[in-house]
Nanobody, 116 residues
Framework: QVQLVESGGGLVQPGGSLRLSCAAS????????MGWYRQTPGKQRELVAT???????NYADSVKGRFTISRDSAKNTVDLQMNSLKPEDTAVYYC??????????WGQGTQVTVSS
C-alpha cells in the first residue's frame, strides 16, 4: 500500500504564499497523473490542479494564474506553489496520485488557512 505524505500547510495572511509538497512512500511505476484537490466542511472535494504523465496541466479556474503545480516523476513527488492566497482558498488540501489501472492513492490532507 502506497502512502502519500503531504507537508507545507499552515496559516497565512491574505496575499501570502505557501508551498505544499507530497511524496510517495515508495515508487509508483504506473502513474497516470498526480495533483491536488481541496475540501471545505459540507462541500465535495474539488480539483485544484493536476499534471498528467505526459505533462498536461489542468487547473481550477479559481486558482489559474495564482497556483503552480510541479512534479518530479523520478522521485514521485508533486508540489503546489500557492501565491496571492485568498480567504476562500482555506481548505484541507489532498494530494492524489492516480495509476493507469484507475487506482487512486490519496494523502491524509493538510490544512491551509488564509486569514488575517
Amino acid at each position: 500500500q502506497v502512502q502519500l505524505v503531504e507537508s507545507g500547510g499552515g496559516l497565512v495572511q491574505p496575499g501570502g504564499s505557501l508551498r505544499l509538497s507530497c511524496a510517495a512512500s515508495r515508487t509508483i511505476v504506473s502513474i497516470y497523473d498526480m495533483g491536488w484537490y481541496r475540501q471545505t466542511p459540507g462541500k465535495q472535494r474539488e480539483l485544484v490542479a493536476t499534471i498528467t504523465y505526459g505533462g498536461n496541466f489542468n487547473y481550477a479556474d479559481s486558482v489559474k494564474g495564482r497556483f503552480t503545480i510541479s512534479r518530479d516523476s523520478a522521485k514521485n513527488t508533486v508540489d503546489l506553489q500557492m501565491n496571492s492566497l485568498k480567504p476562500e482558498d482555506t481548505a484541507v488540501y489532498y494530494c492524489i496520485m492516480r495509476e493507469w489501472n484507475l487506482k487512486q492513492n490519496w494523502g491524509q490532507g493538510t490544512q491551509v488557512t488564509v486569514s488575517s
